[in-house]
C-alpha cells in the first residue's frame, strides 16, 4: 500500500515557475514507477511525465510540457519532483502523482495502482 501527498501547488503569472513535491509513504518506494497527470475542469485527466523506478531511466513527457517540465524523484526522501517553468495559462489544472506497482513508467493513466488527492495550480494571463 502506498499513500501519496501532493504539494506545492498555487497561483503563478504566466512565464513563472512552480515545483511540484509528492511525498509517498511506504518503505518499497524505490520499486515503483512515478507519473504526473493533470485535469483541467471539464476535461479528461491527461499525462504530464513519468520517471523509471531508480530515476536513472529514461524519462517521458507529454509533447505540450516538454522542454518546460522536468520530473524526478529522491528515493532517500520517498520523494517525486515535477519542476515547471514557463507556465502558461493553459497548464492550469489539478495535478496528481501516481504510483506504478513495477519499475517502468508508463503514459496510462490505467497503469497505475496509487493516487494523490491533487494539487490545483492556476497560471494567470
Known amino acids: 500500500q502506498v499513500q501519496l501527498v501532493e504539494s506545492g501547488g498555487q497561483l503563478v503569472q504566466a512565464g513563472g515557475s512552480l515545483r511540484l513535491s509528492c511525498a509517498a509513504s511506504?518503505?518499497?518506494?524505490?520499486?515503483?514507477?512515478m507519473g504526473w497527470f493533470r485535469q483541467a475542469p471539464g476535461k479528461e485527466r491527461e499525462f504530464v511525465a513519468a520517471?523509471?523506478?531508480?530515476?536513472?531511466?529514461?524519462?517521458y513527457y507529454a509533447h505540450s510540457v516538454k522542454g518546460r517540465f522536468s520530473i524526478s524523484r529522491d528515493n532517500a526522501k520517498n520523494t517525486v519532483y515535477l519542476q515547471m517553468n514557463s507556465l502558461k495559462p493553459e497548464d492550469t489544472a489539478v495535478y496528481y502523482c501516481?504510483?506504478?506497482?513495477?519499475?517502468?513508467?508508463?503514459?496510462?493513466?490505467?497503469?497505475?495502482?496509487?493516487w494523490g488527492q491533487g494539487t490545483q495550480v492556476t497560471v494567470s494571463s
Open positions: 501516481a504510483a506504478r506497482n513495477g519499475p517502468f513508467r508508463s503514459s496510462f493513466t490505467a497503469d497505475y495502482d496509487y
Open positions: 520517471i523509471d523506478w531508480s530515476g536513472g531511466g529514461s524519462l
Open positions: 511506504g518503505r518499497t518506494f524505490s520499486s515503483y514507477a
